[in-house]
């Protein structure tokens, strides 16, 4: 086992905080007349930029992003809460043809919420013709009565001489009598138009959460998540995918915030990888996780991290589940 430990600096933290109402137990207000509130999942294949989508329509980050496919494990839920509603968007995983057992514990669980939900946006990515896992998300989709809006993303990345790319996407939607909405969720482009879509397809309803949370996971989840997301960024080779986080310890005085966290990796050459010469690789993964830790708990951090080797940990279901993931009810 290898530990490394990561001070904060002393530089103050400006950014706004997902933690907010994250610990407290806050009122939920009664509804007033006219006010629309659902669940809205974001459904696609991996890599197509869902949960980059949830940041920008929630206006905080409360998913990890990476160009990496299938970043996010959690169904993670995001909220937007505006005077005259609130949706709480799924962000579920990408779905794809398992090789593991954590694939297929992630797969269940983003089928499982396709038939949870008020409203579905399939989103694919617009800079290239639908494929072969647009039509399987699309034929999973044929099986459930929950209304689908497919949601054209990347537009800003979409060639100027390629209308085909989204005629092969409207013939797919057409054949289901589904509604399209385009958009670009790195240039927010869009996204008032796909919101008022969302919002004319809600019922009436309550207040599910209170208005000033954005997340319903708790800030260790969180901490967790933004440890993996410099891991996705800053290591190579097969480890991001084989690397999962556990948050063991948080003690929190008035003055800093002390964290204890583990990597896992399946092989010691990975653990090689993360640790790097002299102990780089770790140095800069806490440096930079610790820093968008600091925004969310907006204060001093002080992180500690081990680097623990788990042989074959995504093939056993045991294992899964004392890391945290497991089939969702």
């Given at each position: 086992?290898?530990?490394?430990?990561?001070?904060?600096?002393?530089?103050?933290?400006?950014?706004?905080?997902?933690?907010?109402?994250?610990?407290?137990?806050?009122?939920?207000?009664?509804?007033?007349?006219?006010?629309?509130?659902?669940?809205?999942?974001?459904?696609?294949?991996?890599?197509?930029?869902?949960?980059?989508?949830?940041?920008?329509?929630?206006?905080q980050k409360v998913a990890i992003t990476s160009p990496i496919a299938q970043t996010t494990r959690n169904r993670l839920r995001g909220i937007l809460t505006r005077p005259d509603v609130q949706i709480i968007f799924v962000d579920t995983p990408g779905i794809h043809k398992p090789?593991?057992?954590?694939?297929?514990?992630?797969?269940?669980?983003?089928?499982?919420?396709?038939?949870?939900?008020?409203?579905?946006?399939?989103?694919?990515?617009?800079?290239?013709?639908?494929?072969?896992?647009?039509?399987?998300?699309?034929?999973?989709?044929?099986?459930?009565?929950?209304?689908?809006?497919?949601?054209?993303?990347?537009?800003?990345?979409?060639?100027?001489?390629?209308?085909?790319?989204?005629?092969?996407?409207?013939?797919?939607?057409?054949?289901?009598?589904?509604?399209?909405?385009?958009?670009?969720?790195?240039?927010?482009?869009?996204?008032?138009?796909?919101?008022?879509?969302?919002?004319?397809?809600?019922?009436?309803?309550?207040?599910?959460?209170?208005?000033?949370?954005?997340?319903?996971?708790?800030?260790?989840?969180?901490?967790?998540?933004?440890?993996?997301?410099?891991?996705?960024?800053?290591?190579?080779?097969?480890?991001?995918?084989?690397?999962?986080?556990?948050?063991?310890?948080?003690?929190?005085?008035?003055?800093?915030?002390?964290?204890?966290?583990?990597?896992?990796?399946?092989?010691?050459?990975?653990?090689?990888?993360?640790?790097?010469?002299?102990?780089?690789?770790?140095?800069?993964?806490?440096?930079e996780a610790r820093q968008q830790i600091q925004k969310l708990v907006m204060g001093k951090v002080y992180l500690e991290l081990f680097v623990k080797v788990q042989p074959k940990w995504r093939q056993s279901r045991f294992q899964l589940s004392e890391l945290g993931y497991r089939?969702?009810?």
């Open positions: 086992m290898a530990n490394y430990e990561f001070e904060s600096d002393e530089s103050a933290v400006q950014a706004s905080s997902v933690s907010d109402g994250l610990t407290a137990e806050p009122l939920i207000p009664t509804a007033p007349a006219g006010f629309k509130s659902g669940f809205v999942g974001i459904i696609g294949r991996p890599n197509v930029g869902k949960s980059t989508l949830m940041n920008q329509l929630i206006g090789q593991h057992e954590l694939g297929s514990v992630l797969v269940k669980n983003a089928r499982i919420a396709i038939d949870s939900v008020d409203i579905l946006l399939f989103v694919v990515d617009g800079s290239v013709e639908a494929g072969g896992g647009d039509r399987f998300v699309a034929n999973l989709l044929t099986q459930t009565t929950v209304p689908v809006i497919l949601g054209i993303n990347k537009s800003d990345q979409q060639p100027a001489d390629r209308p085909d790319i989204d005629q092969s996407y409207q013939q797919l939607a057409e054949a289901q009598g589904w509604a399209v909405a385009k958009f670009s969720a790195l240039t927010s482009d869009g996204l008032e138009a796909l919101q008022s879509q969302l919002i004319d397809r809600l019922d009436p309803g309550p207040y599910y959460y209170p208005p000033d949370l954005v997340t319903d996971q708790p800030e260790r989840f969180i901490m967790g998540e933004l440890i993996r997301e410099q891991i996705l960024a800053l290591t190579r080779e097969e480890v991001p995918h084989s690397v999962a986080v556990t948050i063991d310890r948080v003690e929190e005085d008035p003055d800093i915030t002390r964290i204890l966290a583990t990597i896992y990796a399946e092989r010691p050459s990975q653990k090689g990888i993360l640790i790097g010469k002299g102990g780089t690789m770790l140095r800069t993964i806490g440096t089939v969702e009810e």
